[in-house]
């Protein structure tokens, strides 16, 4: 095994990290958010200022997005690139031998 196709086996690698990061990401803030009553009541608040429009800190805007599954989507497409990325180095690789 040549270079090429190392670095494109380390690329595949990293995209499948990235998308288990994501899962990862999402796990620990709502285990983090569902943890008291408290906390359940800030993010409906927040959603509630979300739905009549008022502005969000970024923060929590964050967690919003975060809570509702954007950045599994955001993460699971970073992740697709990446390892597409890899595939395409090793069978460049491939054809060029």
Known sequence: MDDITAYGIVIILF???VIIFGYWVKAKIVIYYDSSPQMRETIQE???KQ???RK???NQN???RVIDGDSIK???KVGII???IGIITILA???SK
């Open 15 to 17: 995209g499948l990290i």
């Open 46 to 48: 927040w959603r509630d």
């Open 51 to 53: 739905r009549l429009k």
């Open 56 to 58: 969000l800190t970024f």
């Open 62 to 64: 964050i967690t919003l």
């Open 74 to 76: 955001l993460f699971n």
């Open 82 to 84: 990446i390892i597409s």
């Open 93 to 95: 690789n491939i054809i």
